[in-house]
Structure formats: structure tokens, C-alpha cells
T-cell receptor, first 115, second 113 residues
Framework: AQSVTQPDIHITVSEGASLELRCNYS??????LFWYVQSPGQGLQLLLK??????LVQGIKGFEAEFKRSQSSFNLRKPSVHWSDAAEYFC?????????????FGKGTHLIIQP | KAGVTQTPRYLIKTRGQQVTLSCSPI?????VSWYQQTPGQGLQFLFE???????NKGNFPGRFSGRQFSNSRSEMNVSTLELGDSALYLC????????????FGPGTRLTVL
């Protein structure tokens, strides 16, 4: 079964500092990979997705992620965080087969921004 | 284009009752998925519907059920509520094609007392 691991439950960074959130996946084939963000009391918003092709993916709000097959990783990065980036971040893969089915999410990483 | 809408946004029920939650997908999206989010278990997939048919189901008891209407709107029902059913229930819609991203609604916060 597909699975996603986000090793960091909480991460604290200073405003203006760079950010990297880790995501490791277990998947039988070339995966589709997603990063979502959830602000308090809100639903999930898609930041970016990887389907195929270029392994460096650009997303919204200045985020990017790099797919590394050799490391089974899809880490999310941002060069300079803003206080508004404080939220919960989730990495996800399709639950099976890559088709239009449910997503399997990691446990999430809670991002705290220090002034 | 309007996003995914869910009603109601908040709900309080007591143990043993049943509840129905509603989801209207983005116009043109025919696939609707439901998720349960709790602090302990995180985000868990409940089921997915396409063309009024349940295509996939997560590992939840039969008390959790759903349906989809011809206009792609979906409802989920939880019968005989338990305290552990307290959660944020999220609905997501997508185009039914491989790798389509899912667009999430704001969720329904269910509290079971």
C-alpha cells in the first residue's frame, strides 16, 4: 500500500529564513505527488503537484518541491518565509494505482514562524 | 468558478444520533471524495464517488455511507454516532482522470457529545 512519511511534526523558522519540509513516500510506480496547505479552521489548498517530467516543480505562494526518485522524497522548499506561511502542510500520494481515487496523506508538519 | 461548498459548517450531535453532511463540487467535476480529519489519526480517506457510483472506499465501518446525485452533489451519512466520530469532514472534488488534483471544501466540523 502507498504511504507517506513526514518526519517533522513541528518546524519553527524565523521570518525571512529559508524552509524545507520533508516528505518520503512508498509507492509501487512513478508516483503522483502533492503538497497541500491547511490554515487553521480551513480546508486544504493545493500548493503544487508532480506528475512527470521536470523533477523541480513550482507552485503557488513561492513554494517549490523537488522529486528525487533515488531517495523516495518530495521535499517542499521556500527561500524566504512570511508570517502568513504559518500553517499545517501535508504531503500526499494517490491511495492506489495513480488513478482518480482517494489520497493518502502524511501526518502533516506544523510550521511556526518566529518574528 | 465557485469552489467546493460544504454544509453545514458546524454541527453538534449526541451519541446514537445520525447525521448527514452535504457537498457541492466545483462545476464540471464529477468525482467527489470524502475525508475524515482528527488530531489522532490525521487525514483519512472515507470514500469516492463518480457518476453516482462509489468507486473506492477507505477502512471505515458501515456506519459511514454516502451517495452522489446526478448533478454530482454528494452527501455522506454517519449513523449511530460515537464520540470518536467527532472530526472535521472534508469533501474534495476533481476531474475523473488519472493524477487529477483534488480541490477541497472548508469542511464540516462535527462534534459528538
Amino acid at each position: 500500500a502507498q504511504s507517506v512519511t513526514q518526519p517533522d511534526i513541528h518546524i519553527t523558522v524565523s521570518e525571512g529564513a529559508s524552509l524545507e519540509l520533508r516528505c518520503n513516500y512508498s509507492y509501487g510506480a512513478t508516483p503522483y505527488l502533492f503538497w497541500y496547505v491547511q490554515s487553521p479552521g480551513q480546508g486544504l489548498q493545493l500548493l503544487l503537484k508532480y506528475f512527470s517530467g521536470d523533477t523541480l516543480v513550482q507552485g503557488i505562494k513561492g513554494f517549490e518541491a523537488e522529486f528525487k526518485r533515488s531517495q523516495s522524497s518530495f521535499n517542499l522548499r521556500k527561500p524566504s518565509v512570511h508570517w502568513s506561511d504559518a500553517a499545517e502542510y501535508f504531503c500526499a500520494v494517490p491511495s492506489s494505482g495513480g488513478g482518480a481515487d482517494g489520497l493518502t496523506f502524511g501526518k502533516g508538519t506544523h510550521l511556526i514562524i518566529q518574528p | 468558478k465557485a469552489g467546493v461548498t460544504q454544509t453545514p459548517r458546524y454541527l453538534i450531535k449526541t451519541r446514537g444520533q445520525q447525521v448527514t453532511l452535504s457537498c457541492s463540487p466545483i462545476s464540471g467535476h464529477r468525482s467527489v471524495s470524502w475525508y475524515q480529519q482528527t488530531p489522532g489519526q490525521g487525514l483519512q480517506f472515507l470514500f469516492e464517488y463518480f457518476s453516482e457510483t462509489q468507486r473506492n472506499k477507505g477502512n471505515f465501518p458501515g456506519r459511514f455511507s454516502g451517495r452522489q446525485f446526478s448533478n454530482s452533489r454528494s452527501e455522506m451519512n454517519v449513523s449511530t454516532l460515537e464520540l470518536g466520530d467527532s472530526a472535521l469532514y472534508l469533501c474534495a472534488s476533481s476531474l475523473y482522470r488519472e493524477g487529477s488534483e483534488q480541490f477541497f471544501g472548508p469542511g464540516t466540523r462535527l462534534t459528538v457529545l
